[in-house]
């Protein structure tokens, strides 16, 4: 039951995140919608393990309840994504949300 309400929380900040970025400051623009990027950590060592199909699934759902606004899900082994986010903001190029 433990993992369910970590990755319920997850679900909930992401989405919150997201939204609020939103209202907020949007992202950048590809047409008339806008494109919010979220990197997050890769836990799974297998696509059977991988987290892609979570975070498509949270993607799409956000997607469908904002209409015109998009979502770039890129997953980095977790031993690599904070250096990788690092980078990315080193060479201004940050991620709207990173987890």
């Given amino acids: 039951m433990?993992?369910?309400i970590i990755g319920a929380t997850a679900s909930v900040a992401a989405l919150g995140l997201l939204?609020?970025?939103v209202t907020a400051c949007g992202s950048s623009s590809s047409g008339s919608g806008t494109t919010l990027r979220l990197v997050a950590a890769e836990?799974?060592?297998s696509p059977a393990s991988s987290s892609k199909?979570?975070?498509d699934k949270l993607a799409d759902a956000f997607t469908a309840a904002h209409p015109?606004?998009?979502v770039e899900?890129?997953?980095y082994p977790w031993a690599d994504v904070d250096r990788e986010v690092t980078r990315?903001?080193?060479e201004g190029n940050a991620p709207d949300?990173?987890?």
């Fill in 53 to 55: 199909a979570y975070w």
């Fill in 73 to 75: 899900v890129t997953l």
């Fill in 97 to 99: 949300v990173a987890l």
């Fill in 43 to 45: 836990y799974g060592n």
């Fill in 88 to 90: 990315m903001v080193e």
């Fill in 19 to 21: 939204g609020s970025l």
């Fill in 2 to 4: 433990r993992p369910r």
């Fill in 68 to 70: 015109g606004k998009e």
